[in-house]
């Protein structure tokens, strides 16, 4: 496995210069940038990966389609592009047009002694029809892929399931936007 080395962030989100390899950024806390795509089908379902059993945080657990860290010289929508590539095999080819940026807030947690993620996060939303079959899950990353409905998934993070990767202001976004988008709460 390649070595990730990060852009390291001050606290207000600019660059500092410095680069340093994904496990030292995460055991000492400093600010960096990730994406996180949310993919929703024209059933309103929204896909979700299942993390990989060997993941240093949260293993196993069920978590947003897609996600991860901005590599060191990346863009957001270049790191989107190519998670989306990596954890599931998804070509976006128009990166512009079909992804949606939606939100850009930070976040700090603790999901182990020795890891700290200090992040600043780029929210996107791809709107696709995806047969599972298709889909090219990278075993480093993701056991499975699964849909569930815009109100099974409500339902889940409500009564804080605890095989969900807690990430409430994502999920509160994801939530607003999709209520919008169909004119109201879809209970379906």
């Known amino acids: 496995m390649t070595k990730e080395y990060f852009d390291v962030l001050y606290e207000q989100g600019n660059k500092t210069g410095k680069t340093k390899l994904r496990e030292e ?19 309103n379902e929204i896909l979700l990966q299942r993390r990989s059993p060997d993941k240093d945080s949260y293993p196993g657990m069920l978590d947003i389609s897609c996600g991860g860290h901005l590599s060191a010289g990346d863009d957001i929508w270049m790191a989107a592009v190519r998670e989306l590539e990596e954890e599931l095999g998804l070509q976006v080819s128009t990166p512009l047009t079909e992804l949606q940026h939606v939100d850009s807030f930070r976040s700090s947690t ?29 075993a480093e990353e993701v056991s499975e892929a699964i849909f569930v409905s815009l109100a099974d998934f409500r339902d889940m993070v409500n ?20 209520d919008n988008k169909n004119g109201g709460t879809d209970r379906n």
């Open 159 to 178: 009564r804080d399931c605890p095989d969900l990767v807690p990430h409430p202001r994502m999920y509160q976004k994801l939530f607003s936007i999709l």
């Open 25 to 43: 950024v995460h055991r000492d806390g400093d600010w960096h940038r990730a994406v996180n795509i949310f993919i929703v089908n024209s059933k």
């Open 110 to 138: 603790r999901s182990a002694p020795d890891f700290i993620n200090n992040s600043f996060n780029e929210m996107f939303m791809l709107y696709r029809d995806i047969d599972l079959q298709d889909l090219r899950l990278q």
